[in-house]
């Protein structure tokens, strides 16, 4: 009682919560997927990609429908989730930028947690994971398993030599036990039993699939059966502008390899989808095993759950694989938040956010002070249920000078060079029609570009590999 009497004492102290909003000094359990995009049943009940476990997960808690990343890209779209602060507050706009170089004292939410009496432990992909590790940062935990070496298939078995590195091939992985979110979740399973009681836990769990190559086990081959192709426009990008054609010309060899490929070896683009498909499945299973030890052990009341994915996906819409661009399906991504004694189980919010909110969200839920820095914030009124008064778009920005605006109806695409996109959402889901340059919208994206960052940080220098 004592213990927790001071840590009230240190936040009433602070003026930095409410406490008729916060639990006390709940279990955090922090799930991040990698390149997981919108076509799964957890956002879209159609989708071929069946997502039960995160279904499951969604039903305790709330599912917004409509979030997305900070970029779409691994590493920027990381760093700012993970520290509450943009691309553009940072420099931080690509997958080689020093982050820790360029945020020396910035504390991550990891570190907040440890300082408010945590046990923080993590594994797998948690930080961006290039140059073996060297994006990690060691101080922002108690104890953390990194990614294991992952073994490949002795041959490649898909990959034409035109369509590029051994990241884009996909199959049968040979034995889950090898595989390394097998391992992340065993060593989280781990943490979980282990756990004294002593300190609440913060566990951050990093599950690498659905990240290219698409290999899974074959059960989850077999689990998703035939999968649709996704949907696409012929000629999509002829009403792109300038400044959206710029920013695709360092990609668009994935769409034009995967032609190549198809022409060469029909039936390798569906066997691609088919694999992605597969990789999603074997994540949501992961998902799965871990809830089924959160729920084993740990109080119910007591413990809080979130899990997102850093961006989507594209697997050929638009013309395009990977991700990169800041267009849907790139940018919109999984996102449930469950706050006991907050959060109505199986509740929706279709407010559009982005994954800037969860620093300063998590924050103020586990009864912690306050950080003002953030360029985000707090979603608690949304998880409470009040969406009434939320104005604000979610954010996408991807290299310095480019940024996407989501509004419920709308997204507004402005680039470095000025130049434009706007789909409404409404008629054109799949955004197949370019309407920026139509008269009777210039009010609507006057508007819109007050939200555009004005103050832009340059490019931060990359990390080079340590010898």
């Known amino acids: 009682m004592i213990k927790k009497i001071s840590f009230h004492l240190l936040v009433l102290f602070l003026g930095a919560v409410n406490f008729t909003h916060a639990l006390d000094r709940p279990n955090v359990i922090f799930i991040a997927i990698d390149d997981m995009n919108d076509w799964i049943s957890l956002l879209d009940p159609d989708s071929p990609i ?6 499951r997960l969604a039903s305790k808690g709330m599912l917004f429908t409509h979030a997305y990343c900070p970029s779409p890209a691994c590493n920027p779209s990381r760093v700012s989730i993970l520290t509450g602060l943009r691309p553009s507050t940072t420099g931080v706009y690509g997958n080689n930028s020093d982050w820790r170089g360029a945020l020396p004292n ?102 690498y699939r659905p990240h290219s190559p698409f290999f899974a086990p074959k059960k989850y081959h077999s689990i998703v059966g035939d999968v649709p192709m996704p949907k696409r426009k012929t000629n999509d990008l002829l009403d ?37 498909a597969a990789c999603c499945a074997f994540a949501d299973a992961q998902v799965g095993k871990l809830l089924d030890e959160v729920e084993r052990s740990l109080p119910k009341d007591n413990t809080v759950i979130v899990l997102w994915s850093d961006h989507g996906f594209h697997l050929g819409e638009k013309e395009h694989i990977e991700k990169f661009m800041l267009w849907e399906k790139s940018t919109h991504v999984p996102f449930v938040f469950v ?27 586990c009864g912690m002070p306050r950080d003002r820095s953030c ?41 470095a060079d000025g130049t434009e996109e706007l789909y409404d959402h409404e008629v054109d889901p799949h955004e197949w029609d370019n309407i920026a340059q139509k008269p009777e919208y210039s009010g609507l994206i006057n508007d819109y570009k007050k939200w555009i960052p004005e103050n832009e940080k340059d490019q931060v220098p990359n990390l080079k590999r340590k010898k």
């Open 50 to 55: 069946k997502t039960p476990n995160l279904e």
């Open 106 to 207: 910035r504390k991550t939410i990891f570190q907040k947690f440890k300082d408010f009496g945590y046990s923080v432990k993590g594994a797998g992909k948690i930080f961006h994971h290039k140059l073996n590790g060297a994006f990690h940062d060691g101080p922002s935990f108690d104890s953390f398993q990194h990614m294991i070496p992952q073994p490949h298939p002795a041959k490649k078995l898909n990959n034409a030599p035109e369509y590029g590195s051994i990241r884009t091939d996909w199959g049968i992985f040979p034995k889950e036990e090898d595989s390394i979110d097998y391992n992340t979740i065993e060593y989280c399973i781990d943490s979980i039993k282990n756990s004294n009681g002593d300190k609440p836990l913060f566990l951050a769990c990093g599950i």
């Open 339 to 365: 706050v006991p004694g907050m959060t109505e189980e199986g509740s929706l919010c279709k407010v559009p956010v982005d994954l800037t909110v969860l620093y300063p969200t998590l924050l103020e839920v």
């Open 240 to 276: 792109l502008p300038e400044g959206a054609s710029k920013l695709h010309r360092s990609t668009k060899w994935f769409w034009q390899g995967m032609q190549k490929l198809e022409a060469k070896m029909p039936g390798s683009y569906r066997d691609f989808v088919k694999s992605y």
């Open 375 to 415: 360029d985000g914030v707090s979603v608690l009124p949304l998880l409470r249920g009040n969406q009434e008064n939320w104005e604000r778009p979610a954010l996408m920005t991807y290299k310095k000078g480019n940024h996407a605006l989501r509004t419920e109806r709308w997204r507004y695409i402005r680039y």
